[in-house]
């Protein structure tokens, strides 16, 4: 059984630049979590999403937006990058809502932003 | 959100226990205490969690204090693979997102 993938795991980008990057949650799991990790920092919540809908949604900007798919895979887009976007980004799966459910993290796409 | 306070970093000697303590001053009745680790280059894995009675699992124990302003989360045989950062998190039962502090760095000595 896979866990969490994401792709790709280094990407390289200009100011300004558009990017995507890419989770396929565990298998089970219907909900997907995004976090923006910077150097020497915990993980930041940006937002989740279950049944192709954002649900909640930590404090970043209009420039970080998502997408769930019906096969529960989601996307995160950032536009009009800035140096500071430059960032480990997580995503995290969990099973049909209950109480306290895990997450499950993927490994990370490492983004450079120049 | 209910914060928690960890040390920055602690050291092990391998093969002996580690206690990592945490202190949340300010949890709330319905806060759950959770415990993840992030070893080098990897996203976050959970190690356990409990509300209020010490919990026990193949990875690690969680005691929490009967007033559950602090906890302790233990490795009873630490080993180098156990060198990671640990956090500690309150969630609530909502399956709310998890708020990460910067942890606590482990280091392992051999």
């Known amino acids: 059984d896979a866990g969490v993938t994401q792709s790709p795991t280094h990407l390289i980008k200009t100011r300004g630049q558009q990017v995507t990057l890419r989770c396929s949650p565990k298998?089970?799991?219907?909900?997907v979590s995004w976090y923006q990790q910077a150097l020497g920092q915990g993980p930041q919540f940006i937002f989740q999403y279950y049944e192709e809908e954002e649900r909640q949604r930590g404090n970043f900007p209009d420039r970080f937006s998502g997408h769930q798919f019906p096969n529960y895979s989601s996307e995160l887009n950032v536009n009009a990058l800035l140096l500071g976007d430059s960032a480990l980004y997580l995503c995290a799966s969990s099973a049909p809502s209950g109480v306290n459910e895990k997450l499950f993290f993927g490994s990370g796409t490492q983004l450079s932003v120049l | 959100d209910a914060k928690t306070t960890q040390p920055n970093s602690m050291e092990s000697n391998e093969e002996e226990p580690v206690h990592l303590p945490c202190n949340h001053s300010?949890?709330?009745?319905?806060?759950?205490i959770h415990w993840y680790r992030q070893l080098p280059s990897q996203g976050p894995e959970y190690v356990i969690h409990g509300l209020t009675s010490n919990v026990n699992n193949r990875m690690a124990s969680l005691a929490i204090a009967e007033d559950r302003k602090s906890s302790t989360l233990i490795l009873h045989r630490a080993t180098l693979r156990d060198a990671a950062v640990y956090y500690c998190i309150l969630r609530d039962e909502g399956n709310t997102p998890l708020v990460f502090g910067k942890g606590t760095r482990l280091s392992v000595i051999a």
């Open positions: 298998s089970g799991h219907d909900t």
């Open positions: 300010t949890i709330s009745g319905t806060d759950y």
